[in-house]
């Protein structure tokens, strides 16, 4: 099985999260051991409270776990510095979000420069990488627009242009279909799925089992644990 | 390159707040604005105040009897005159008067008691007639020398003064010569007063000591062995270092600037309180500025901005705000130097020290001011940045 053999990019073990509220202690992770590899589209799948954002910003390199070890392509997060954690979210992950977390100020060429800035890519090859992004997302037409001029759809491909342009190995997206209608989230769903049988390992944050259906693997958190980590087709 | 591009973001992220920008920026114009404009202001009157002492000529030594019992007369002129490096010597006495003459009346007016050598001490110039002689004064001739304004008033021109009656406190006087315009100095306006024969005025004012002498050194670098002989010999004659003193104009400079230079540190000072408000104002601003971009900076911090690129970016928006005020500031004191100067009837200039200890100033004032506002959005938990609507 070819999957099988592709390297494990993304390592969890025994991850425990803990926040303190008041005198009660909270276990946003409870334990959680998840391996993703290479070339994976994988579901993350919970209710709200059931730890899957938490999960999310330990896989994103955003939070750093109360005890237990994260291995992101080899290296070990631990120990990390602010400065390095920032340069391994810049390069490793492309982040898509819900509320695509666009600059309005700048124009859909500048947000998707951004991340190649603080890569301090060129800034004639940083030019020609966002280009390209955007034409893969099919807004070659419309670089220079600003957020506010492109529809839910097309603001959620300038989005997915910026995570793609530091060429990171993982794209983390977070409900990316939320604040869409359901045709533009179709459009957005057929995106990942190209990009994933274009090589990419994709990780999908999502209450929505429907969406969580269209992955190769889901894997249900509820309560800070792992219930169910299922392989499609494999019943 | 990194820093050019800060700078462009910045520019572009105080644009997009123009009307907010610019409220900043205004503490910063009006402290820069005020603080040159101020220090201006004190070194144009130091340098009119100093033009019109070298004006009188910087080989001048004033004599000043302070012993009522010491008394000086003619002999001792003569003998101080004859000093090694003394060149000129003129007692004087003052006082002052109502002068007439058919057309009109002047209140008063300073009239001086000098000899012949007096206008040359004092470096005046002649515009027309004669210059008092020693045979006036040892004549105690009734001749009387205008100043330029005083011949105007009371003649309408310099030259229709000539040869004319001028009543000086009801004594009749007759003017033989009128000076040029000499503007303003230390001891007053040179162009309302007059002067006449050293005897007529000991006479008129009934005043027979000489305690106040001007002389002249021989050359400027004579001048301090000019001061030290004429010192030697009102020692011997009064017999105390108590009872005379002799300034020459370079110590009268040094304590006069020594006044002007305490003035423009306090008006510096006091317009540099403006600053520091300009700058609290910045760190205000900058401050909420953080809170609203709250987000933005959660996300740039996910797509791997570090602390560094989010410092930077706040750090150069505090220094081109305050710089840009400062800037402004600067365009609006050299605006203001021209209707400054014709206010206040003196020459207000801008010297470059000025104009770049005000720049490197509002540049101080971004740094100090914004490095707080720039190292709190730094410090941002991008999670929490993240979640903030």
Same mark, same amino acid.
């Given at each position: 099985?070819?999957?099988?053999?592709?390297?494990?990019?993304?390592?969890?073990?025994?991850?425990?999260?803990?926040?303190?509220?008041?005198?009660?202690?909270?276990?946003?992770?409870?334990?959680?051991?998840?391996?993703?590899?290479?070339?994976?589209?994988?579901?993350?799948?919970?209710?709200?409270?059931?730890?899957?954002?938490?999960?999310?910003?330990?896989?994103?390199?955003?939070?750093?776990?109360?005890?237990?070890?994260?291995?992101?392509?080899?290296?070990?997060?631990?120990?990390?510095?602010?400065?390095?954690?920032?340069?391994?979210?810049?390069?490793?992950?492309?982040?898509?979000?819900?509320?695509?977390?666009?600059?309005?100020?700048?124009?859909?060429?500048?947000?998707?420069?951004?991340?190649?800035?603080?890569?301090?890519?060129?800034?004639?090859?940083?030019?020609?990488?966002?280009?390209?992004?955007?034409?893969?997302?099919?807004?070659?037409?419309?670089?220079?627009?600003?957020?506010?001029?492109?529809?839910?759809?097309?603001?959620?491909?300038?989005?997915?242009?910026?995570?793609?342009?530091?060429?990171?190995?993982?794209?983390?997206?977070?409900?990316?279909?939320?604040n869409l209608d359901s045709k533009s989230g179709e459009e957005i769903m057929k995106m990942m799925h190209q990009l994933h049988s274009?090589?990419?390992?994709?990780?999908?944050?999502?209450?929505?089992?429907?969406?969580?259906?269209?992955?190769?693997?889901?894997?249900?958190?509820?309560?800070?644990?792992?219930?169910?980590?299922?392989?499609?087709?494999?019943? | 390159?990194?820093?050019?591009?800060?700078?462009?973001?910045?520019?572009?992220?105080?644009?997009?707040?123009?009307?907010?920008?610019?409220?900043?920026?205004?503490?910063?114009?009006?402290?820069?604005?005020?603080?040159?404009?101020?220090?201006?202001?004190?070194?144009?009157?130091?340098?009119?105040?100093?033009?019109?002492?070298?004006?009188?000529?910087?080989?001048?030594?004033?004599?000043?009897?302070?012993?009522?019992?010491?008394?000086?007369?003619?002999?001792?002129?003569?003998?101080?005159?004859?000093?090694?490096?003394?060149?000129?010597?003129?007692?004087?006495?003052?006082?002052?008067?109502?002068?007439?003459?058919?057309?009109?009346?002047?209140?008063?007016?300073?009239?001086?008691?000098?000899?012949?050598?007096?206008?040359?001490?004092?470096?005046?110039?002649?515009?027309?007639?004669?210059?008092?002689?020693?045979?006036?004064?040892?004549?105690?001739?009734?001749?009387?020398?205008?100043?330029?304004?005083?011949?105007?008033?009371?003649?309408?021109?310099?030259?229709?003064?000539?040869? *004319?009656?001028?009543?000086?406190?009801?004594?009749?006087?007759?003017?033989?010569?009128?000076?040029?315009?000499?503007?303003?100095?230390?001891?007053?306006?040179?162009?309302?007063?007059?002067?006449?024969?050293?005897?007529?005025?000991?006479?008129?004012?009934?005043?027979?000591?000489?305690?106040?002498?001007?002389?002249?050194?021989?050359?400027?670098?004579?001048?301090?062995?000019? *001061?030290?002989?004429?010192?030697?010999?009102?020692?011997?004659?009064?017999?105390?270092?108590?009872?005379?003193?002799?300034?020459? *104009?370079?110590?009268?400079?040094?304590?006069?600037?020594?006044?002007?230079?305490?003035?423009?540190?306090?008006?510096?000072?006091?317009?540099?309180?403006?600053?520091?408000?300009?700058?609290?104002?910045?760190?205000?601003?900058?401050?909420?500025?953080?809170?609203?971009?709250?987000?933005?900076?959660?996300?740039?911090?996910?797509?791997?901005?570090?602390?560094?690129?989010?410092?930077? *970016?706040?750090?150069?928006?505090?220094?081109?705000?305050?710089?840009?005020?400062?800037?402004?500031?600067?365009?609006?004191?050299?605006?203001?130097?021209?209707?400054?100067?014709?206010?206040?009837?003196?020459?207000?200039?801008?010297?470059?020290?000025?104009?770049?200890?005000?720049?490197?100033?509002?540049?101080?004032?971004?740094?100090?001011?914004?490095?707080?506002?720039?190292?709190?959005?730094?410090?941002?938990?991008?999670?929490?940045?993240?979640?903030?609507?």
């Amino acid at each position: 099985m070819k999957k099988e053999e592709a390297k494990v990019i993304i390592d969890i073990r025994n991850m425990y999260k803990i926040y303190e509220m008041g005198s009660e202690e909270v276990h946003a992770l409870d334990g959680v051991n998840l391996q993703i590899r290479e070339h994976e589209f994988v579901a993350i799948i919970g209710p709200s409270g059931s730890g899957k954002s938490t999960l999310m910003n330990m896989i994103g390199c955003l939070d750093t776990p109360t005890s237990g070890e994260y291995i992101l392509d080899g290296i070990s997060i631990e120990n990390y510095t602010e400065n390095e954690l920032a340069h391994i979210r810049n390069v490793k992950i492309g982040f898509i979000f819900q509320q695509f977390n666009l600059f309005r100020r700048l124009t859909a060429l500048e947000n998707v420069e951004m991340p190649a800035k603080y890569n301090r890519v060129p800034v004639e090859e940083r030019r020609a990488r966002a280009v390209e992004a955007l034409k893969m997302v099919g807004l070659g037409e419309r670089i220079y627009h600003r957020p506010t001029e492109l529809s839910g759809g097309q603001q959620q491909r300038v989005a997915i242009a910026r995570s793609l342009v530091n060429k990171p190995p993982i794209l983390l997206a977070d409900e990316p279909t939320g604040n869409l209608d359901s045709k533009s989230g179709e459009e957005i769903m057929k995106m990942m799925h190209q990009l994933h049988s274009e090589g990419n390992t994709i990780i999908l944050i999502t209450h929505d089992n429907d969406i969580a259906e269209e992955a190769d693997r889901v894997v249900r958190i509820f309560d800070g644990r792992i219930h169910e980590d299922k392989q499609k087709g494999a019943k | 390159m990194v820093y050019t591009e800060a700078f462009i973001s910045a520019v572009k992220a105080i644009w997009a707040h123009k009307m907010r920008s610019f409220l900043t920026m205004l503490g910063i114009i009006i402290g820069i604005f005020s603080v040159t404009a101020l220090i201006s202001v004190a070194q144009g009157t130091t340098a009119s105040v100093t033009s019109s002492i070298e004006s009188m000529g910087s080989n001048l030594l004033t004599i000043n009897i302070m012993d009522r019992r010491t008394s000086l007369d003619a002999k001792d002129i003569e003998a101080i005159s004859e000093l090694e490096g003394v060149g000129m010597v003129s007692p004087y006495v003052q006082s002052t008067y109502t002068l007439r003459s058919s057309i009109s009346t002047m209140e008063d007016i300073s009239t001086y008691g000098v000899n012949a050598d007096y206008t040359k001490i004092v470096e005046y110039t002649l515009a027309t007639g004669r210059e008092l002689t020693d045979e006036d004064s040892d004549k105690r001739m009734r001749v009387a020398v205008l100043g330029s304004e005083v011949a105007t008033e009371l003649y309408n021109t310099a030259d229709a003064a000539i040869g *004319q009656e001028i009543s000086i406190g009801g004594t009749r006087f007759t003017v033989v010569g009128v000076l040029e315009s000499e503007g303003t100095s230390s001891s007053g306006n040179e162009d309302e007063m007059i002067l006449i024969p050293f005897s007529t005025a000991q006479r008129m004012m009934k005043n027979t000591d000489i305690s106040s002498i001007y002389a002249s050194a021989t050359s400027s670098d004579t001048v301090e062995l000019a *001061q030290e002989n004429i010192e030697d010999y009102l020692y011997q004659v009064s017999g105390s270092e108590d009872n005379y003193m002799v300034f020459n *104009q370079s110590e009268v400079l040094e304590s006069l600037e020594g006044v002007t230079g305490t003035l423009t540190m306090m008006l510096g000072g006091i317009a540099a309180i403006s600053l520091l408000v300009g700058g609290i104002g910045i760190m205000n601003i900058m401050l909420v500025s953080v809170t609203e971009r709250t987000r933005e900076i959660g996300i740039q911090k996910a797509i791997g901005a570090t602390r560094k690129d989010i410092l930077t *970016q706040f750090l150069i928006e505090a220094i081109l705000v305050s710089g840009l005020g400062g800037l402004l500031g600067l365009g609006l004191a050299y605006v203001s130097t021209g209707p400054l100067g014709s206010v206040l009837d003196m020459t207000v200039e801008i010297e470059s020290w000025v104009v770049i200890v005000s720049i490197g100033f509002s540049l101080a004032v971004g740094i100090v001011f914004g490095i707080y506002p720039a190292i709190r959005a730094s410090k941002l938990n991008p999670i929490d940045a993240l979640r903030y609507e």
